[in-house]
């Protein structure tokens, strides 16, 4: 079974930074398949990137996705307000623990 | 638009029984694998049962295998999750999620229900 690692658990920063999280799969992971999605409080998850890389509908291009392997990483280039959430990378049956985003 | 809608959540005693139901529209729905992922309160998401879009193949994480049986109705657009022998540590929003395609290997999920709340206890 593949474990999901994200680092770091929290990540504190100011609106207009830039945001690196990664994630970290036990064992090498197609790319096809690694995802990324976004939580707020209260709401439903929502897909970010899909195949790795490749944004869902309507996501800002502030938000991207690169890696392979092992190792995978969602950038923000700068801070929204809005942006400040928990984010889950995924892999077919398994979530990472999620990295929270919050306000420095 | 897609949509998905789920319901019959509640407040069951351990060892009960509870069918979950999410309600689709706005795709063609047979054309669509279907998960549920549930979240503890306060916890991280985790993949619970997923079932291809024929409904011939389903899943299930290994803590509810044997207790929990997905299913789906393709002409009521209707995916279900039957959950037997109930556990506190079963207690979770459940979140019914479409795949991005018929297949369930690989899958990821990219349209969410709002969730329905399953709370175990006595």
């Known amino acids: 079974e593949i474990v999901l690692t994200q680092s770091p658990g929290t990540l504190s920063l100011s609106p207009g930074e830039r945001a690196t999280l990664s994630c970290r799969a036990s064992?090498?992971?197609?790319?096809?398949?690694l995802a990324w999605y976004q939580q707020k409080p209260g709401q439903a998850p929502r897909l970010l990137i899909y195949?790795?890389?490749s944004r869902a509908t309507g996501i800002p291009d502030r938000f991207s996705g690169s890696g392979s392997g092992t190792d995978f990483t969602l950038t923000i280039s700068r801070l929204e307000p809005e942006d400040f959430a928990v984010y889950y990378c995924?892999?077919?049956?398994?979530f990472g623990q999620g990295t929270k985003v919050e306000i420095k | 638009e897609v949509q998905l809608l789920e319901s019959g959540g509640g407040l069951v005693q351990p060892g009960g029984s509870l069918r979950l139901s999410c309600a689709a529209s706005?795709?063609?729905?047979?054309?669509?694998?279907m998960s549920w992922v549930r979240q503890a309160p306060g916890k991280g998401l985790e993949w619970v049962s997923a079932?291809?879009?024929?409904?011939?193949?389903?899943y299930y994480a290994d803590s509810v295998k044997g207790r929990f049986t997905i299913s789906r109705d393709n002409s009521k657009n209707t995916l279900y999750l039957q959950m037997n022998s109930l556990r506190a540590e079963d207690t979770a929003v459940y979140y019914c999620?479409?795949?991005?395609?018929?297949?369930?290997?690989?899958?990821?999920?990219?349209?969410w229900g709002q969730g329905t709340l399953v709370t175990v206890s006595s």
């Open positions: 195949g790795a890389s």
């Open positions: 064992q090498s992971v197609s790319s096809s398949y």
């Open positions: 079932i291809s879009g024929s409904g011939g193949s389903t």
């Open positions: 706005g795709f063609t729905f047979s054309s669509y694998a």
């Open positions: 999620a479409k795949g991005p395609w018929a297949a369930v290997a690989g899958t990821t999920f990219d349209y």
């Open positions: 995924q892999q077919w049956r398994t």
